[in-house]
C-alpha cells in the first residue's frame, strides 16, 4: 500500500528533483515480485542481512512468540523468504536526504502500521535548493 | 484519502478478522518495540546519512553516492511484500 502511495507521487518527486528507492531485507527474486505487483517504476533494493538499514537504526528482532504466529499461524516464513534463517526486519522508515548527504525528514515508527504521507515528502523536497 | 487513512482502514477491517490471540501477540510485539527506544536511537533530521550500494532485482548495484550526484534522495526502508 505504501509503495502504491509512492508510486503515484514519483513523478511529483521526480519533479522536486528527486529519486526514489525502496530497500527491504527480502532476497533479490522476492524484491522483484515485489516490485512486480505493484508496478513499481522506482528501483527496490535489496538490503541482504540489513547492513544498511541497522546503520540507519531500524533492525529489530521479532520475539519468539511474533515468530512463531508469522511462521505457523500466517504462513509467512521470514526466515527462508529473506534467505538469512533469522526474524530481523527493519522498522519502516523513510528518509528525505538531500543532494549534500544530509537527512532532512526521518519519519520512524515503531508501529508497523503507520507511514509518512507521500505529500510531506513532496513538501520537503519542494523546500530544499534544487 | 490518505496513506495512512487507507491503512488505516485496512487495519481496522484486518483486526477485526483476526483472532484475539494472535492481535495481542501482535500488540505485544509494537508495544515492546516502542519500548526499546528503537525509533528514538534511529537517524534524525540533521544526520549525515550512511552511504549505501545495494543490488536490485536484476542484478545491477544502485549507490547512493551517484543518486545524489543527480539530486535529492528519498529512501524509504519496509519490511517486505511478504
Known amino acids: ?130 | 484519502m490518505t496513506l495512512q487513512e487507507k491503512l488505516d482502514t485496512y487495519q481496522t477491517e484486518a483486526r477485526a478478522k483476526r483472532p484475539a490471540e494472535w492481535q495481542a501477540i501482535m500488540d505485544r510485539g509494537t508495544e515492546a518495540l516502542r519500548r526499546s527506544g528503537i525509533a528514538e536511537r534511529s537517524l534524525k533530521a540533521g544526520d549525515r546519512a550512511p552511504d549505501f550500494a545495494l543490488p536490485t532485482a536484476t542484478g545491477q548495484t544502485v549507490r547512493s553516492a551517484d543518486l545524489l550526484a543527480r539530486g535529492h534522495l528519498v529512501v524509504t526502508f519496509y519490511r517486505g511484500g511478504w
Open chain 1, 1 to 130: 500500500m505504501e509503495l502504491a502511495a509512492l508510486q503515484d507521487a514519483l513523478p511529483e518527486i521526480a519533479a522536486a528533483g528527486a529519486s526514489l528507492v525502496a530497500i527491504s531485507p527480502e532476497l533479490p527474486a522476492n524484491a522483484m515480485t515485489t516490485g512486480q505487483k505493484n508496478n513499481l517504476a522506482f528501483q527496490v533494493l535489496s538490503d541482504h542481512g540489513n547492513g544498511v538499514a541497522r546503520r540507519f537504526g531500524l533492525v529489530f528482532q521479532f520475539s519468539p512468540e511474533l515468530r512463531d504466529l508469522y511462521r505457523d499461524g500466517l504462513k509467512k516464513d521470514l526466515a527462508a523468504w529473506n534467505g538469512t534463517g533469522t526474524y530481523e526486519l527493519p522498522i519502516p522508515g523513510t528518509f528525505v536526504i538531500s543532494r549534500d548527504g544530509i537527512i532532512r525528514l526521518a519519519f520512524v515508527d515503531p508501529d508497523y502500521t503507520k507511514r509518512l504521507e507521500p505529500a510531506d515528502i513532496v513538501r520537503t523536497l519542494r523546500a530544499l535548493p534544487r
